[in-house]
């Protein structure tokens, strides 16, 4: 069992069913059955992505004393992740997800003041003290903690999400401090492996992981200096690819904590997203590590 900190957002999501975008006005549709709400967000994904495959997941975050706040807690806890490093916030971040039957979505994500705040770093030291590899999500609460886990001497692992410029002036600072660094190629289509190029000369991420969807994933290995596409894989019906990339990167973590094969582990990976995404809602879906491994076979 490995010991992973996600320090990362976490919202209330609700997910909304459309016959197709663009979505065309009208007064109200009686969508049954295709409205949903659940608390989502990076950080939840993620920790229950591993507490799924049975790691220890040790989950900072910033959570209102809201309605929505005490769901998240309710969630976590029965899951049994410890709210220990969960921080008071005035209100809990919401998202609205529309989504149509290929898989498409559009996202509005409403982050209220949490922008505006860092995360306590004494907290962090104390949690981040015994853990193998820290999963820090690219939202500014966790920025000040780059330098301080670089110092610590641990593994840093980021996802960038939708990325168009190596210099992204939000995003530089966990593209520079990232030993494993996720992105997704929705910015980048058709110029990938020019695109990782540019950021393995920029920066020194030993491993470089870029998400391509239904046409799998491209990974770097700085050791070998070397390029590997992974196939997709379908292993069901897609229902919402809402939370693709996040079960992609924590499957990935997962089995390169453990391994430290990364295509071995980008291979469990694309199996392990490939399933989730047969599910409705970005916090759902997750096979546990037996069953993905007898998936696999």
């Known amino acids: 069992m490995s010991k992973i900190l996600v ?9 909304v069913s459309v016959s ?5 006005y009208c007064p109200i549709d009686y969508n049954f059955f295709g409205v949903s709400s659940y608390p989502a967000g ?8 591993f507490n799924s495959l049975s790691d220890e997941v040790r989950l900072l975050s910033m959570v209102g004393e809201d309605s929505a706040g005490q769901v998240v807690r309710n969630v976590l806890i029965d899951n049994k992740i410890s709210t220990e490093y969960l921080e008071k916030s005035g209100y809990t971040a919401q998202s609205v997800v529309l989504y ?3 898989g498409r979505r559009r996202i509005f994500c409403d982050l209220k003041d949490m922008q505006e705040k860092s995360y306590n770093e004494d907290i962090f030291k104390k949690a981040a003290e015994d853990c193998d590899t820290l999963c820090l999500c690219n939202i500014n609460f966790s920025r000040n903690l780059l330098k301080i886990a670089k110092d610590m001497g641990k593994r840093i692992a980021c996802d960038v999400h939708v990325l168009a410029d190596i210099n992204d002036d939000y995003n530089r600072d966990f593209m520079m401090n990232a030993d494993i660094l996720f992105l997704s190629n929705e910015n980048i289509l058709g110029r990938e492996k020019e695109f990782v190029e540019e950021l393995k ?3 020194n991420n030993e491993i470089i992981v870029v998400g391509m969807g239904s046409k799998g994933a491209l990974l770097y290995e700085r050791e070998s200096d070397s390029f590997h596409i992974q196939e997709a894989v379908k292993t069901r019906e897609v229902v919402n690819t809402v939370g693709a990339g996040d079960s992609l990167f924590s499957s990935f973590v997962h089995y390169y904590t453990k391994t430290n094969d990364a295509k071995l582990s980008l291979k ?5 997203a490939s399933y989730k995404i047969g599910e409705n809602g970005a916090a759902k879906g997750f ?5 993905l491994e007898n998936l696999m076979k």
Request: glycine fraction near 6%; aromatic fraction near 10%.
């Open 201 to 203: 000369n920029t920066y």
């Open 7 to 15: 320090c990362g957002l976490v919202n209330m999501e609700t997910t």
């Open 100 to 102: 149509d039957k290929s």
């Open 20 to 24: 197709d975008f663009p979505v065309e």
């Open 287 to 291: 096979l546990t590590e037996s069953e």
């Open 42 to 49: 990076v950080g939840l994904n993620l920790s229950l992505a």
């Open 268 to 272: 469990y990976a694309c199996t392990f």
